[in-house]
């Protein structure tokens, strides 16, 4: 007969989530970065036109053409993106809805001003005469109108989708935290539920075994106390820790087979091979208690002869190895319930370690071998 239990489930832990980066500061920056750029053509560009017009030099029909719609872009853009920056950062809270009408009407007008200040630098730089200048404006504004609005609105759509895009990765990753927390919150109360289920079994017969002792062994009954109250202190302080040393773990087993020896006397016999380099080991608490206890109340109590118990470790390929053996009848995990010792032990693993914890039994000749398993 051999059964292993693989218990499924996460391991209880927090993770660590990273904050995601401020979008309001991410898409100021990128503006500022895209207007900086702007206006440093814009600088030479001005300074190119003051060069031409100082020094006379002709241009080609072409150049003229070229250097006049270099103007209008310079001219437009800078205040453009200024002015759209500003409109979709002051309105789109207040005004979602009329915010694109806002973003509309604004580069129009700096469309409009756009123009007027690209028919002056073009007359300065002798490309225009004067008396054409409101022609070219007249002829120019529609085109500019259009571009503008064209560009304008498509960066704003960018910027809603990218500012609604990171809102929801935000949102997502909010809820992921908290659900997180939650579960944790509820695996500890879980755990601590369990972990307290273990103490009014062991609390009620180690009284009995008290009370049973004071007529006739009071020293010995004094001794039991002073055992019993070091358990409870350690079961009370394994609740805020989590895991314990193997050693305390150990210590607590010997206590509590002395106090069930005050009722079993020679029917209960023991042997601890445990090697004193996993003194230190990490073990959840009261686990290889539970083991030694299932063999107390189900193969000690229930024959005239008692029982042997052999308690050992090991540890291999980091994973730690916690054996109890008994020379009792044997018994299988699937009669097991959740209000078993073992069924206890059971659902601490599944919250500690999730699928790495295991519980197996099995029969080595004519003797049970309970072996409890988790990562190191």
């Known amino acids: 007969m051999n059964e292993k239990i693989c218990l499924p489930g996460p391991r209880l832990q927090e993770k660590q989530s990273e904050s995601p980066p401020d979008s309001s500061f991410v898409s100021r920056a990128i503006w500022f970065t895209a207007g900086l750029g702007i206006l440093i053509i814009t600088i030479g560009l001005l300074i190119t036109v003051l060069f031409l017009t100082t020094h006379k030099i002709g241009l080609s029909q072409s150049g003229k053409e070229f250097l006049a719609s270099s103007i209008y872009a ?46 002056i630098v073009l007359e300065i730089a002798g490309i225009i005469p004067r008396s054409e200048y409101w022609q070219e404006f007249r002829g120019s504004l529609p085109f500019a109108i259009l571009i503008a609005l064209l560009i304008g609105m498509s960066m704003s759509v960018y910027e809603t989708l990218r500012f609604k895009l990171q809102a929801a990765k935000l949102e997502l990753r909010t809820r992921q935290v908290e659900q997180e927390r939650a579960y944790k919150l509820l695996a500890e109360a879980q755990l601590s539920s369990l972990e307290s289920r273990i103490h009014p079994h062991f609390l009620f017969n180690t009284l009995n075994s008290i009370a049973a002792l004071i007529p006739s062994d009071p020293v010995r009954a004094e001794d039991t106390v002073g055992k019993l109250a070091s358990l409870l202190r350690f079961s009370l302080n394994a609740n805020q820790r989590g895991l314990v040393p193997l050693s305390q773990e150990l210590k607590i087993v010997r206590d509590y087979l002395e106090i069930e020896k005050t009722r079993f006397g020679a029917r209960l016999r023991y042997n601890i091979a445990v090697p004193d380099s996993l003194a230190t080991v990490k073990v959840p608490p009261l686990a290889l208690q539970s083991l030694v206890e299932n063999v107390v109340k189900h193969v000690v109590s229930k024959r005239t002869e008692g029982a042997m118990i052999e308690i050992s470790g090991a540890i291999e390929s980091d994973r730690i190895h916690l054996e109890v053996i008994d020379d009792g009848p044997g018994f299988t995990l699937d009669a097991i319930s959740s209000e078993h010792g073992l069924g206890n032990l059971i659902a601490r693993l599944e919250l500690l370690f999730g699928s790495a914890g295991q519980l197996d039994v099995n029969r080595r000749d004519g003797k049970t071998a309970v072996r409890l398993s988790f990562p190191a």
């Open 74 to 119: 310079a001219m437009i853009a800078p205040i453009s993106a200024v002015v759209l920056n500003w409109v979709a950062h002051r309105y789109s809270d207040k005004f979602p809805r009329l915010v694109f009408l806002f973003i509309a009407l604004a580069q129009t007008a700096t469309a409009a001003v756009g123009c007027l200040m690209a028919g």
